[in-house]
């Protein structure tokens, strides 16, 4: 029984362990989706014709 209270008690550290590291690399990748997000649209602030390039909505019916 304490060798079963053991291995779980380790394998849920092990766990734990996956889910932080996981989640600090969905935080990495959220801040550098933020940062090319925001330098994309400096850019497009610079440079207004490239607005209706990148932005091209999409919701205009062509029949």
């Known amino acids: 029984m304490r060798l079963l ?19 600090g690399r ?12 925001r330098e994309i649209q400096e850019e497009i602030g610079r440079n207004r014709f490239a607005r209706y390039l990148v932005y091209d909505r999409g919701d205009q019916d062509v029949h």
């Open 26 to 37: 969905v935080t990495v990748s959220i801040a550098r989706y933020k940062d090319m997000s």
């Open 5 to 23: 209270r053991c291995l779980s008690s380790r394998r849920l550290l092990q766990k734990e362990r996956e889910l932080r590291q996981a989640s």
